[in-house]
């Protein structure tokens, strides 16, 4: 009997999913087993619609729905930072984690109930386990927020609702219904913070500027791109006047918008700021220079791989290892950010993803000069999952590196950072994407001979993987003065292992789910449990 791939990746969520909640066990982890289960039945029904082409909209094919894996990343995010804030004592983001966390349910519940709407026969079966389900989580929502943060979490809820209309309609093929919720519930919850900032009555003075270029990077891009995308079905994108029109927009969408409402949130000129900050530091002029350095060894990557195959008359597409390359850069660039200056790489990282969201956009448009270039150089680089109209690979390698760093928060990490297994978490995106998923995919392809039942990927590379992980973060510890693993090591590498098999099975964006994972699922828990034993024992200054 033939072992189904999907059943496995089930299995696997589901053993993550309860390592986590023996660790750091509150009043919602009920709802989220619940919502697991019922997530798992709403999977089937997806992948049934997917097969037969009765979906809303046009997904990406070649892969099931994983509606599972990605219903518990943003709810079990949430219960992760609840954890150190409550380690920490600091109240006011506990609450928020809370918001994140019946969010993120709310999310995958509103998902479940439009498979369950367009799927006939009705399934009455998967519609009582969904309706229970939905039950628990309404009725630990009414005893655990206030008027409030419901009032938040449905916000974040019609946001997305809009947001899932407009993008899926204007970007087919582009997700699955599980990478849909990923992004979009991400980008709809940006943007509810960042409208909830812009009209607080009061700035904390005290807050740090850096944490709000995110926000503002991303709902300019997504302004910039559903702007374009719509006006564009009504004129030609690829003429003169409309290049100059494109950028005569983004630039006034910068300068007129996007500078103005960071100098609002700020307090400060962002030109000004960010001068200064790059230039605190002879440090950070040294990792500038370096990292622009990879930039261009990046470029000559790209140009190098297209001369070797212009002289070709049939259409080819560079080998495994070739794209493995560009994780490797990761890695050379974002190891040394990590452990020298952490501020100024998650500033270049906010940098690096406008950058590549804005050249999509051109690429995708075919804006003048650079549209039809790229175009042609990138097209070497596709493969099957780029079976959209946007390319959406190199951003999720960016943003599975640079995820596990934005979404460590500095209130909720003691003043000698986090103890256990936590002081990895800035470094899962580059474990699980630079090391891990590079080495098993390199050595799967070229020694791998043992196949996991099911799929294509091997017990060779994923056993690599696990020991590459490994031997990284052996590195880190000896690199990295503040990470303490405090006989953290079982948990640290059966983390690593349960991922790396969620990596052998899964059918959705490696570079997205993989990151969202190991530092949230195998790593907080122990996290949490060094730090409230160090806690306990009086051994750590709190803030």
Same mark, same amino acid.
């Given at each position: 009997?033939?072992?189904?791939? &999907?059943?496995?990746?089930?299995?696997? &969520?589901?053993?993550?999913?309860?390592?986590?909640?023996?660790?750091?066990?509150?009043?919602?982890?009920?709802?989220?087993?619940?919502?697991?289960?019922?997530?798992?039945?709403?999977?089937?029904?997806?992948?049934?619609?997917?097969?037969?082409?009765?979906?809303?909209?046009?997904?990406?094919? =070649?892969?099931?729905?994983?509606?599972?894996?990605?219903?518990?990343?943003? *709810?079990?995010?949430?219960?992760?930072?609840?954890?150190?804030?409550?380690?920490?004592?600091?109240?006011?983001?506990?609450? +928020?984690?809370?918001?994140?966390?019946?969010?993120?349910?709310?999310?995958?519940?509103?998902?479940?109930?439009?498979?369950?709407?367009?799927?006939? *026969?009705?399934?009455?079966?998967?519609?009582?386990?969904?309706?229970?389900?939905?039950?628990?989580?309404?009725?630990?929502?009414?005893?655990?927020?206030?008027?409030?943060?419901?009032?938040?979490?449905?916000?974040?809820?019609?946001?997305?609702?809009?947001?899932?209309?407009?993008?899926?309609?204007?970007?087919?093929?582009?997700?699955?219904?599980?990478?849909?919720?990923?992004?979009?519930?991400?980008? =709809?919850?940006?943007?509810?913070?960042?409208?909830?900032?812009?009209?607080?009555?009061?700035?904390?003075?005290?807050?740090?500027?850096?944490?709000?270029? #995110?926000?503002?990077?991303?709902?300019?891009?997504?302004?910039?791109?559903?702007?374009?995308?719509?006006?564009?079905? +009504?004129?030609? =994108?690829?003429?003169?006047?409309?290049? &100059?029109?494109?950028?005569?927009?983004?630039?006034?969408?910068?300068?007129?918008? #996007?500078?103005?409402?960071?100098?609002?949130?700020?307090?400060?000129?962002?030109?000004?700021?960010?001068?200064?900050?790059?230039?605190?530091?002879?440090?950070?002029?040294?990792?500038?220079?370096?990292?622009?350095?990879?930039?261009?060894?990046?470029?000559?990557?790209? #140009?190098?791989?297209?001369?070797?195959? =212009?002289?070709?008359?049939?259409?080819?597409?560079?080998?495994?290892?070739?794209?493995?390359?560009?994780?490797?850069?990761?890695?050379?660039?974002?190891?040394?950010?990590?452990?020298?200056?952490?501020?100024?790489?998650?500033?270049?990282?906010?940098?690096?993803?406008?950058?590549?969201?804005?050249?999509?956009?051109?690429?995708?448009?075919?804006?003048?000069?650079?549209?039809?270039?790229?175009?042609?150089?990138?097209?070497? +680089?596709?493969?099957?999952?780029?079976?959209?109209?946007?390319?959406?690979?190199? !951003?999720?390698?960016?943003?599975?590196?640079?995820?596990?760093?934005?979404?460590?928060?500095?209130?909720? !990490?003691?003043?000698?950072?986090?103890?256990?297994?936590?002081?990895?978490?800035?470094?899962?995106?580059?474990?699980?994407?630079?090391?891990?998923?590079?080495?098993?995919?390199?050595?799967?392809?070229?020694?791998?001979?043992?196949?996991?039942?099911?799929?294509?990927?091997?017990?060779?590379?994923?056993?690599?993987?696990?020991?590459?992980?490994?031997?990284?973060?052996?590195?880190?510890?000896?690199?990295?003065?503040?990470?303490?693993?405090?006989?953290?090591?079982?948990?640290?590498?059966?983390?690593?292992?349960?991922?790396?098999?969620?990596?052998?099975?899964?059918?959705?964006?490696?570079?997205?789910?993989?990151?969202?994972?190991?530092?949230?699922?195998?790593?907080?828990?122990?996290?949490?449990?060094?730090?409230?034993?160090?806690?306990?024992?009086?051994?750590?200054?709190?803030?």
């Amino acid at each position: 009997m033939q072992t189904d791939p &999907v059943l496995v990746e089930s299995l696997v &969520v589901f053993s993550i999913v309860l390592c986590v909640h023996m660790a750091v066990w509150n009043q919602l982890s009920w709802c989220c087993i619940a919502l697991a289960v019922q997530a798992f039945y709403v999977q089937l029904k997806w992948d049934r619609l997917l097969r037969t082409g009765a979906a809303v909209f046009h997904f990406r094919p =070649s892969a099931n729905s994983g509606v599972l894996s990605a219903s518990m990343v943003i *709810p079990l995010l949430g219960l992760a930072l609840k954890g150190h804030c409550v380690a920490v004592g600091n109240v006011y983001f506990e609450r +928020f984690a809370m918001v994140i966390t019946v969010t993120g349910m709310m999310l995958a519940l509103f998902l479940s109930l439009i498979a369950l709407g367009i799927t006939r *026969p009705v399934p009455t079966n998967t519609c009582v386990i969904a309706g229970i389900a939905g039950s628990a989580i309404l009725y630990t929502v009414k005893q655990t927020l206030t008027v409030s943060e419901v009032i938040e979490v449905l916000e974040v809820l019609l946001i997305f609702v809009y947001l899932s209309l407009i993008l899926l309609y204007l970007l087919p093929r582009c997700f699955t219904p599980g990478e849909a919720l990923l992004v979009l519930g991400g980008v =709809s919850f940006i943007i509810n913070q960042l409208i909830k900032r812009s009209l607080a009555s009061t700035v904390n003075a005290n807050a740090d500027p850096l944490h709000f270029f #995110l926000p503002v990077a991303v709902v300019g891009c997504v302004l910039l791109g559903v702007f374009f995308a719509i006006l564009f079905l +009504f004129m030609e =994108s690829e003429t003169w006047a409309a290049s &100059v029109f494109f950028h005569l927009m983004t630039a006034v969408l910068g300068l007129g918008l #996007l500078v103005p409402w960071l100098s609002l949130l700020t307090q400060h000129h962002p030109v000004a700021w960010i001068f200064h900050f790059i230039t605190l530091t002879n440090t950070r002029l040294w990792l500038l220079a370096y990292w622009s350095a990879l930039a261009l060894v990046a470029v000559v990557v790209v #140009l190098r791989q297209n001369g070797r195959c =212009s002289g070709s008359s049939k259409k080819q597409q560079v080998s495994t290892t070739v794209r493995k390359y560009f994780h490797l850069l990761v890695v050379l660039t974002f190891t040394p950010g990590l452990i020298l200056d952490r501020p100024l790489l998650h500033l270049a990282a906010v940098a690096c993803l406008a950058a590549f969201i804005f050249l999509e956009l051109v690429r995708f448009f075919r804006i003048r000069p650079l549209g039809t270039p790229l175009r042609r150089l990138l097209a070497l +680089f596709l493969d099957e999952r780029d079976s959209g109209p946007l390319i959406f690979t190199h !951003i999720y390698l960016l943003l599975g590196v640079s995820l596990p760093l934005w979404l460590s928060p500095a209130p909720c !990490i003691p003043k000698g950072g986090m103890g256990g297994a936590g002081g990895l978490v800035p470094y899962a995106g580059v474990l699980a994407v630079g090391v891990g998923d590079t080495v098993a995919s390199v050595f799967g392809s070229t020694v791998g001979e043992i196949r996991w039942p099911g799929t294509k990927k091997t017990f060779e590379g994923t056993a690599t993987s696990v020991f590459a992980q490994v031997i990284a973060v052996v590195i880190f510890l000896i690199a990295d003065g503040s990470i303490n693993l405090n006989a953290s090591y079982s948990w640290v590498v059966g983390s690593i292992a349960m991922v790396a098999m969620l990596e052998a099975y899964t059918s959705q964006i490696d570079n997205l789910l993989l990151p969202l994972y190991e530092p949230r699922v195998g790593l907080p828990g122990m996290a949490v449990r060094d730090e409230l034993y160090l806690k306990r024992e009086g051994l750590e200054e709190i803030i």
